[in-house]
């Protein structure tokens, strides 16, 4: 065997194994050396465990720091480290231990931290030495001959047990040749130092990368956060704009609804004030076909009962109980009442007497009546009681005449009252005029014989209904004899009138 000069240095092999395989070795080792004991010799250096074994005239020691598979990396960093400097005497080497062949995972391992710890330096001085008491794989594993391949084929095999001195004399040539190759010094310590500090660098490096990239990280997750921050700020601005839309919509929807309600109500308005004016218009045109009639007579002769009668039964109304139906008060103030009769408006003044005992005119009354009866008078119904015929009833006429024209008579009709009390039940009331007194005969002749008769009593009222529609058909064709006119005393002017109706009526 060559030693190129080496013999006289002390080897030192760091074992790099698993327990199991270490325990093969030394098992071996003892095989093949039990019965020369002072050629091999284990101690234990620490955690570490050592074989010294002299061969072929040369000490080499082994170092193996148990390895353990459940040891941290910072563990077996610290065991590989004491192993490491337990060697510091002798050329340092490398050797992987492996069981038939077999390149495991566990061995692929500790040949990756051998690397990390040591750096790629380390491989230039590892040997495999493969022990193969057992089976044996029938083709090395490619990772297997990839690492023999960086090892420039340093690859030895131990067949059996014990070993023959050729195969461990081959292991030995095989590391001496190493040696020479790659320098007789073997792993220094200045490799390691080396290695350390390119580990640290790449550590430095790594970490730099590290943060580098958490950097980057970091950004690209707040640059998604922003981005997701835009797009809610987005979505949400899209549903504001959305909403706002929505509630412009809404306004939009009541607003026209508020218009076309207010334009309805316009309409209700304009519709209103038309038929407003159309009312005014047709009380306007109504005026035309207005009849008004004023009532004289004197006192008590049942003006104001005949009246109310008469507007009663021309506007088709009835009293619920016609038997309790009141006496009036005696009339102080022309008062003006009206109805609606068969289409045209029945207006009836009122009156008090209108002279007083020396037969002087009342001249407030007199206007008042005559401006009550605008758009009047048509007609005046003078009346009298049957069977009661005074001086004061035949000098009536006189009075009347000369407050409002000899003409007067002309639109007057007499309507007769309390025909119940003083008329004979089977006497007609023509019969009773036709025996009248001359005087009476005398008016109800100037009045152009236009006389009638109206039941106010109780007993015979429903002959009142007939009544008053005779009347109201004479009082009618008096009127359309005339025209359709009314009656001027010419003693006041329309527009005193008018006032002066506009006066009673806001008075009232
Ligand atoms: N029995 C009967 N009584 C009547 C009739 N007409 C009126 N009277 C009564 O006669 C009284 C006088 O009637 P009024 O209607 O007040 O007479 P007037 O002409 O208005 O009297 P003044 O207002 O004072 O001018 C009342 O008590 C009436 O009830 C009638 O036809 N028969
Ligand atoms: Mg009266």
Redesign the pocket.
């Known amino acids: 065997m060559s030693h190129n000069g080496m013999t006289d240095m002390k080897q030192t092999m760091m074992v790099v194994s698993m327990e199991e395989e270490w325990s093969s070795f030394k098992s071996l080792l003892q095989d093949s050396f039990g019965d020369k004991s002072h050629q091999l010799s284990f101690r234990s250096l620490g955690p570490n465990q050592v074989c010294d074994v002299t061969m072929d005239g040369r000490l080499v020691t082994l170092h193996y720091a148990v390895l353990k598979q459940d040891m941290t990396e910072e563990g077996t960093s610290q065991a590989v480290d004491s192993c490491f400097k337990s060697c510091a005497h002798g050329i340092r080497t490398f050797l992987l231990l492996i069981q038939g062949g077999r390149y495991t995972k566990k061995e692929r391992r500790m040949i990756e931290m051998l690397q990390a710890y040591f750096g790629v330096e380390a491989l230039k001085y590892l040997s495999v030495l493969s022990l193969e008491g057992g089976t044996v794989v029938d083709v090395l594993d490619d990772s297997l001959l990839e690492l023999i391949n960086v090892c420039d084929g340093r690859y030895c095999r131990i067949t059996g047990s014990p070993a023959t001195s050729d195969e461990l004399g081959a292991l030995l040539e095989m590391v001496d040749y190493m040696l020479t190759e790659n320098g007789a010094a073997g792993y220094t310590e200045s490799m390691l130092s080396e290695a350390k500090r390119r580990t640290t660098e790449d550590t430095a490096m790594k970490m730099l990368r590290q943060k580098v990239q958490e950097a980057e990280e970091k950004e690209q997750a707040f640059n998604q956060l922003v981005q997701q921050q835009e797009e809610s700020r987005a979505r949400e601005a899209e549903e504001l704009k959305s909403k706002h839309a929505e509630e412009r919509r809404k306004e939009a929807a009541e607003k026209r609804q508020y218009e076309t309600k207010r334009e309805s109500l316009d309409e209700a308005v304009r519709s209103h004030r038309a038929m407003l004016q159309l009312q005014t218009s047709t009380a306007n045109d109504e005026d035309v076909r207005k009849t008004s009639v004023i009532l004289l007579?004197?006192?008590?002769?049942?003006?104001?009962?005949?009246g109310n009668l008469i507007l009663e039964r021309a506007g088709n109304q009835y009293s619920v109980n016609e038997n309790c139906r009141d006496?009036?008060e005696?009339?102080l103030a022309c008062e003006r009442k009206e109805v609606l009769a068969e289409g045209s408006r029945l207006i009836l003044v009122?009156t008090?007497?209108l002279w007083d005992e020396d037969g002087t005119e009342n001249l407030e009354l007199v206007k008042d009546c005559l401006a009550l009866s605008l758009p009047g008078p048509h007609v005046f119904m003078l009346?009298l009681q049957v069977g009661r015929f005074t001086q004061g009833e035949s000098e009536m006429l006189g009075h009347l005449q000369k407050i409002f024209g000899r003409e007067f008579v002309e639109h007057t009709v007499v309507l007769f009252?309390?025909?119940?009390?003083n008329l004979h039940r089977a006497q007609r009331i023509t019969d009773y005029v036709a025996g009248a007194h001359a005087s009476l005969q005398d008016l109800i002749r100037k009045c152009g014989s236009r006389y009638y008769v109206?039941?106010?009593?109780n007993s015979q009222n429903a002959l009142s209904y007939p009544q008053v529609k005779d009347l109201l058909s004479g009082i009618n064709k008096l009127v359309a004899s005339h025209g359709g006119g009314c009656y001027s005393t010419r003693r006041f002017s329309m527009e005193e009138l008018k006032e002066r109706k506009k006066v009673i009526e806001e008075r009232n």
């Not at 009252?417 to 009390?421: E, L, P, Q, S």
């Not at 109206?454 to 009593?457: F, K, P, S, T, Y």
Request: charged share 25%; with cysteine.
């Open positions: 007579g004197l006192s008590g002769s049942g003006k104001s009962s005949a006496s009036p005696p009339t009122d008090p007497e009346v009252t309390r025909c119940d009390d109206l039941n106010v009593r």
